[in-house]
């Protein structure tokens, strides 16, 4: 256990020694998926251009030390929180390169995706900024090789209504919790990689779906200025289709599906 850890939840007079006891044991089961995380991160690297991301390159150590600096007691303080609350939510740990990528490569990285695990591919995403399809966090001052996520196994949060309904809660969220996020595009396809590393293609296939809901990223308008159609973006696995697309704002389907993430507290 770090000394960072240790002082942290000591120190924190809200946590009781049983708390404390909880807190260790998640840590442990956190730190238990970082090989997963690393084979699902460098099966997305090895579908990016080689010229381009390169230098994204790991290993497990520099990953584990990553993730024990990321890991702060808030998140691990939140995520004992939402399991008491909702015994069944479970996070997977997620690494995605921490990168910009533009709509014509993240395109063919997704086929590619799509061809090595025998899916159909429909993409029609808005063209959003390189940092917002890649989930960068445009720190120059410190840049760092990756971006982490905790994602949860199901919906975290019941929340009626349509798309803006949706973002206007996210937004308050996030005013609250600054580290709450959702999965880029990008992140989306490292989050899925991760996934097969634990299960096989199979078995994925037979899952529910899979949705990852970009109501974080600004509307599209697929209409004319005077006559405006706004969209959002979302990604899902369906069966054998991988999905990129732009759905209605007034949509309230898809949105069902949203699992707030635990990430970094930087906007994009």
Known sequence: ?????????????????????????LREQ??????????????LLSLLPGDKFNQCEMNEEELATEFNKWLTIEKLDFIKSAQEFKPTVEYQLV?????????????????????????????????????????????????????????PSNMTTKIEG???????ALDRYQQEIPFLTL???LQFLAYLETLYTLESSTLMKKNSLIAAPHI????????????PHYTSAI?????DR???????????????????AIGDSLPL
């Not at 956190?30 to 099966?43: I, K, S, T, W």
């Not at 086929?111 to 917002?132: G, I, V, W």
């Open 1 to 25: 256990m770090s000394e960072t850890l240790q002082n942290g939840v000591t120190e924190n007079h809200k946590l009781d020694s049983f708390d404390y006891e909880k807190i260790l044991l």
């Open 30 to 43: 956190l730190f238990d998926m970082v090989p997963a995380a690393l084979e699902g991160y460098n099966r």
């Open 95 to 151: 690494a995605s390169p921490n990168v910009s990528i533009n709509r014509i490569d993240l395109h063919r990285v997704s086929q590619t995706f799509c061809l090595k695990h025998n899916l159909e591919l429909r993409s029609d995403m808005a063209d959003y900024s390189p940092n917002q399809l890649g989930g960068n966090d445009r720190n120059r001052i410190n840049p760092k090789k990756i971006k982490l996520l905790l994602i």
């Open 162 to 168: 349509d798309i803006s309904d949706q973002k206007k």
């Open 183 to 185: 999965p880029s595009p």
């Open 216 to 227: 974080d990223l600004p509307y599209a308008n697929s209409g004319t200025m005077k006559k």
């Open 235 to 239: 990604s899902f696995l369906e069966g």
């Open 242 to 260: 991988l999905h990129q697309l732009q759905v209605p704002v007034n949509n309230n389907l898809y949105t069902k599906r949203l699992r707030i």
